[in-house]
Structure formats: C-alpha cells, structure tokens
C-alpha cells in the first residue's frame, strides 16, 4: 500500500553576469539570492527530516557563487557591492543605486520599514534628480536593501543584523560592510548545507546544462518549428550537438567537484526537450530529466483535461514516470512536473495567510491520491518550479507557509515527499513507454521565447558566425595542437561561446520580456562573443560593434515580461508587483497611438495577469471622481472571446469595426466599486457583479478573474477606455 509521493523540484538559476572582457559583474543577483534564499530553501528542509526534496542548481550559477563566496580580496564583487562600500557618490552613482535599490517587493517588504518606505516616496524624484538624495540617504538605501536581501531568520539571529533593523536609519559605511559581510557568511553555507542534507538522503542534488543553454535549439535550431510551424528561422540553422553535449559534460564535472557526487537527475534549461537530447543526456550520465505537462500531453497528442477545481481529470497520466523509446533503446526517465499545482506556489499563494496556502496545497494532493484511488501503484506528483524568486512577495520570505506545508506533510502518512532518485529507486513496476517525444519547453510546450522573433535570429546567426570563426582557427592551427599558447587560446575562446549560448540572451532578446536592462544583456551578450575572438588573437569583426537590439519605435506601450499577481493597494506609485505588466503611457501631447481629446488625462495604464486573474492599473492626471470611467475588453471578431457582441460603447464614440466588444469595466463617480458587464448581444448590457478593486485619489486598481470572462487562460482581446467628451482611447492588445 503506497502513500502519494510528492517530489518537489526546487530550480535555481542566474545569468551568468560576468562580463568576460571586462571582469566586472553588472548586477547583484547571485549574491543576494545567495544571502536570501539558497541557504534558506535547504535550512527550512532540514527543519523537517521525513520530507525530502530536490534541488536543481545550475552550474554556472554554482561557480558564480562560490567565486565570491572564497575571494578573499573582492575580485569577484559585483558592481553594487563596491559602489555601497564607497565613501561618497558622484550623481551616475546615485541614479545607479536608486535604480537597483529598490528592486524588491514594495508592498511586502519595503512598505514594512519606515525608513526604507520614506526612501521609496522620494523615488520618483530622485529617479527625476538624483541628487535630492543626500550621501546618507544613498548610505540609508544601500544599507536597507542589503538588509531586506537577507533571510529573515538570519537577521532575528544575528545580533549585528537585529540591531541595524532596529536603528533603521543613520547607516555608517562599516554598517554596511558588517551587512556584506553577513552575506558572505550565509552564502558560504550553501554548499556545505546541500552536501550535508544529501549525504543524508534528504536532498538530491540535480543540475542543468553548464551555462543554461536550450539543448534543443544548439543541437539544430530548424527544430523550432515542429511545435510552431512557419515561425521565422535563423538560415542556415545553427547545428552544434557536439556543444550540447559539452554543456551537459561540463555541467557533470562542475556539479562533482562542487557537490561531491554527480548528478543523476537534470532539469534542461526551461524544461526544454527534443528527441535529439536523449543520448547527449544518457551519455552525460544522467538517469532521469524532466519536462513540463505540455509536453506530456503534445507527446501523447491528447489533451490531459481539468475540471472546474483545476484538478486532472485523469489524474494517472500525469503522475509516473515515463521512458522515451528511441528504436530499441529506452532514454533516461523522464517526469513530467504539475504546472497547476507549481503556478499555485509561483504565483497564487503569495496573496494567501501562509496558513491556508498550505492547508489548499494538502488539500489538492489528498484530491489527487482520491481520485487515484490506486494504492497498489506509486503515483509521483511532480512540483517542480523557480525556488528563488516568489519569496520576496510572500510572509517572512516564504517561511510561514513552508513550515506549515512541511510540518503538515510530515504528519500525513498517506502523502510522502521524496527526491525523484529515491522514488525510482523505490517503485518496482516499469515506467511507461512514450513512443515519442514533443520538441518544447515548459512555456507554451514551444521554444518561441528563445528563438523566431528578428532580434533572436540575428543572435542565433551571430552565434553561429563566432562559432564557425573558431572552427576555422582550429583548422588553421591544426599543425600546432601541441602548442599550448594554442590550446589555451582555444580554451578560452569555446569557453566564452558556450557563455554565448545562455538561454538568458535570448530570452531578453523576445519581444515578449523586457526588461530597465535589455542594453545591459545585449552588451554582455556581445562581449561574449567578442571575447572569443580576442581569445584568438583576432580583431572582433564590425557588426558585433552593433547592438542586436533595435532601437524601440517611438512608441508608448511596453510589452509585458512575465505573469504578475499584484496585492491591490491603489498606492500614489505602482509597487514592485506591477513591474512586470504591460504598460501604456502618452508618448508626448501630440505622438503615441493613444488618440486622446483631452491630452492630458491619462497618465498610464498597466495591464497583466497570472493563471487565475486579469489585472488592471489606471493612473489619471485629475481625480478619478471626474470621471464616468469605462473600460472595455474586446476580442477579435472572429476569435473565442467574440461572442455576445455589442456594437456600441456605452458612450457615442463607435469602436473599431473589426473588434467585437464583449466585456465593459464601468465605474460611475463616487462609487465605491466599479462593476462588470456582459454584452448581451442586443445591444445592451448585462451586469455580472462588483469588481474586485482599490481606489485612489487619481488610481484605479482591480482584479478579474479570467473565468468570470469566460478564459482558461488570457485570449487575444483589446482593452480600450473611451472617455466621456474626450473620444475613444485604444490602450492595450495583450
């Protein structure tokens, strides 16, 4: 009789920040996910010894990492840590350290400190004039923002730290250096910590691809196009197997060496999979790899259903584990991770008491072993997601619901987390055959993110170029492959390409992901490249002079980077949570494709969602209350949201012809909660119910759940805000 296994999949991932040529490290981020989240993941594990897990941490990121962690003179700082350490600041300094030092949850960490909440009022003029900000303020800042980057259990504990949160002002430079220092030691504890936990079979440790590349795309890029036929490709296709498999060595040395031990199991960047990968991942070594539902269902050619609690329908097909026949031979095992069940912990809980999240996710998986209703079979539920980055938005940096979930999975015998090597070890019935395997990753079950858009082709053919730059070289030396001036330059020339190959370039380089860095990515994507040459001795050739990224049309709209799940304040300034929605602002009085009467009324609109909601931000230039507000959602005519159709706004202005307006957020002047309506296809309108909202003196923010439209997921709409006396304003296609 079997309980229901759980396996979480804990990935942790960085860019690798170094820039080759130059040696600096642009931005923070290996190290203050270090001091915040890597050790605490494993210290809350081990607080709970009869629940084991899986942690994934990619290679570069490990070396990245300990890097810092053993440099005992800086060498390996980043740029932020040496810019806090300074005695003054010039003004470039000061618009850099406001620029970053904000970067955290506003409404759930910043907000809770009154000194770091009276910096964050004054950004937007200092954002505006950075020297409104005096030397202590910028030392107040700094201080804050390492502070807030680290557990906050190791700031209870430390005395040092406990005392500086309570002063919470008047920062000295050897405060600052007493917070690095904190960091460091924290971060030196990772390695140790995971050792330790997985020598005692609590932990496994899995890896990715060295430098996180798409396996799929560097084996061939032409195989993009079998999950999305006619997409734009690079021509020719990039096809280097040879440097997959390098990443996939490289990754087994580096985990070795770090861990102890090489890694069975592999989360390839992204979830990303094709069948070409399957040898390169069983001749690394590697006895299981893990994919997304998406490409469990496109690889059965079946849908794998949901009802209206979001749970499988046919729960089996999902939870156990598979083999890839490829001819003859059986690949590695694969599992398949719940992406319902993830996306609840990456994006939903967070606006849950840590309590309750908790009892809803025991809650689904004794759902899940219900419906089952098999145990004779052990079933494995796969949660694997980013275990670095949903913290920030949670209670205490995830603790109070990762106690409770822990602490109540270990009191239920009838569910049993483990790690993916245990339950393969532990299951005595054969996996089951997948006659093939889909070509995708885990974002949209296709590899559309890393490659087809202009700016990702002409990355992928510059790739390709300083590859081939490097083959030439080593046909030209060939006579002297004893020579090790030679081979060091080779080594350091594949070294910096197979940096080139990060899965991160691309992804940045997608008109879907933007973010205040896309210069800083492409340059340091660049000088990757560069640096192969200039590691042969070779001049860098012209067009890698030239940013790969177009310049931005003059436009007044970014796209959205990514799901958003705000907490809903109306605060005078978005928070932190609405950074990753589209956003729509009047370029100028006269430009932008916002055709406005009265010019200077709005001032930006946000627009983004997660799995469950559709969130709307709108920022006026006068009092809301002067406004009879209403904001439409239109699909195209023909499209599945173009149903029911109303052929007028409420107001005179007519919309577009080809839009078929369907959904009318309206809220009147004084009124507590705007409402939503139905077009009822008789040219009228149907009221479904109040809107979720908050309301400022000039902002609106509210939440719609995608099902109260009709969506299972967000559909091609277009929101547009007609303004009384002032025409109609198209403002959003997402």
């Given at each position: ?18 820039d ?33 897990a899986t ?8 070396e ?7 440099d ?19 003004t470039?300094?000061?618009?850099r ?7 955290i ?21 200092a954002?505006?004039?950075p ?7 910028i ?6 923002f ?29 405060d600052?250096?007493?917070i690095?220092?904190?960091q ?24 990715s ?32 197997p040879e440097?997959?498999a ?39 070594g ?52 719940d ?26 998986l ?5 419906r089952l ?46 790690t ?14 997948l ?14 993110t ?6 990702h ?16 070289y ?36 997608s ?7 896309d210069?800083?990515?492409?340059r ?47 605060a ?14 009047p ?26 909601n ?9 009092a ?11 699909g ?8 029911q ?15 078929a ?15 939503l309506y ?11 119910g109040?809107?979720?909202?908050a ?16 969506l299972?997921q ?5 929101a547009?805000?007609p ?12």
């Open positions: 009789m079997h309980p229901l296994y759980i396996a979480f999949v804990w990935h942790m991932h960085q860019p690798d920040y170094r080759l040529r130059t040696g600096e490290i642009p931005m923070p981020w290996v190290r203050l996910h270090a001091a915040k989240d890597y050790l605490h993941m494993a210290e809350v594990l081990a607080r709970y010894p009869a629940v084991h942690i994934n941490m990619a290679p570069s990121l490990t990245q990492m300990l890097a810092w962690v053993e005992a003179d800086d060498a390996h700082a980043d740029d932020l840590w040496r810019l806090a350490e300074q005695e003054t600041w010039s470039a300094d000061k618009r350290i406001i620029d970053l030092c904000f970067s949850s506003w409404d759930r960490v910043i907000r809770s400190y009154p000194r770091y909440a009276q910096l964050l009022d004054r950004r937007p003029q954002l505006a004039d020297e409104t900000f005096t030397d202590q303020d030392r107040d800042l700094v201080a804050w390492n502070l807030v980057w680290i557990d906050p259990g190791w700031r209870d504990r430390d005395p040092g730290l406990k005392r500086l949160v309570q002063q919470g002002q008047g920062f000295t430079l050897a600052v250096r007493m690095h220092a904190a460091r030691r924290i971060a030196a504890g990772v390695a140790p910590l995971y050792r330790r936990l997985a020598a005692a079979g609590q932990l496994e440790l899995s890896a691809p060295y430098f996180h590349p798409i396996l799929p795309l560097l084996v061939d890029t032409d195989v993009a196009g079998r999950a999305t036929p006619g997409l734009p490709l690079p021509e020719p296709p990039f096809c280097a440097d997959a390098a990443q996939l060595q490289m990754a087994v040395a580096s985990h070795t060496a770090h861990y102890g031990a090489a890694p069975a199991g592999l989360w390839p960047s992204e979830g990303a999979v094709s069948p070409e990968i399957l040898p390169l991942v069983r001749l690394a590697f006895n299981w790899l893990a994919s997304s539902e998406t490409i469990l269902s496109r690889s059965l050619g079946r849908p794998l259903d949901r009802d209206g609690s979001s749970l499988l329908t046919d729960p089996r097909t999902l939870y156990q584990p598979y083999r890839v026949l490829a001819g003859t031979e059986l690949g590695p095992y694969m599992i398949f991770r992406q319902e069940l993830a996306d609840r912990i990456g994006f939903l809980y967070q606006h849950l008491p840590g309590q309750q999240a908790a009892e809803d996710l025991i809650y689904r004794l759902e899940i072993r219900r209703n098999d145990t004779q079979t052990p079933y494995l539920v796969s949660i694997i997601l980013d275990g670095e980055n949903c913290w920030e938005h949670y209670e205490r940096n995830g603790d109070i619901f990762l106690e409770a979930f822990y602490g109540e999975l270990s009191r239920r015998p009838e569910l049993r987390a483990v993916v090597s245990e339950y393969l070890a532990l299951r005595r019935q054969p996996a089951a055959t006659a093939r395997l889909a070509t995708g990753s885990w974002i949209g079950g296709d590899l559309t890393w490659i087809g858009d202009p700016e082709n002409r990355a992928w053919a510059a790739l390709r170029r300083t590859r081939e730059h490097i083959v030439a080593t046909a030209k030396t060939a006579g002297a492959a004893a020579d090790e001036e030679v081979a060091a330059r080779l080594q350091r020339a594949w070294y910096a390409l197979y940096a080139a190959e990060g899965s991160d370039w691309f992804w940045w380089y008109h879907r992901n933007s973010s205040q860095q210069a800083l990515f492409d340091l994507y660049r000088n990757d490249l560069i640096a192969v040459f200039e590691a042969l001795g070779d001049p860098a050739p012209e067009w890698l002079a030239q940013s790969i990224r177009q310049a931005p049309a003059a436009a007044d709209h970014r796209p959205a980077q990514g799901y958003i799940s705000p907490l809903l304040t109306a005078a300034y978005p928070s932190m949570d609405w950074a990753d929605a589209a956003q729509f602002q370029a100028s009085a006269s430009t932008g494709t916002m055709q406005r009467g009265d010019r200077g009324a709005i001032e930006r609109l946000f627009v983004g969602h997660d799995q469950h559709l969130y709307l931000r709108l920022d006026l230039r006068a809301l209350d002067a406004y009879d507000l209403a904001i439409y959602l239109s195209a005519a023909d499209g599945p949201t173009g149903q159709i109303r052929a007028h706004y409420r107001y005179p202005a007519e919309p577009p012809a080809q839009l307006v369907q959904w009318e957020v309206h809220r009147e002047p004084g009124q507590a909660a705007p409402f139905r077009a009822d296809g008789h040219g009228g309108w149907s009221a479904v109040p809107v979720v909202a309301l400022g003196e000039k902002t609106l923010e509210a939440s719609i759940p995608l099902a109260a439209l009709g299972a967000p559909d091609e709409a277009e547009q805000l303004e009384t006396a002032m025409g109609t304003v198209t403002l959003a296609r997402f």
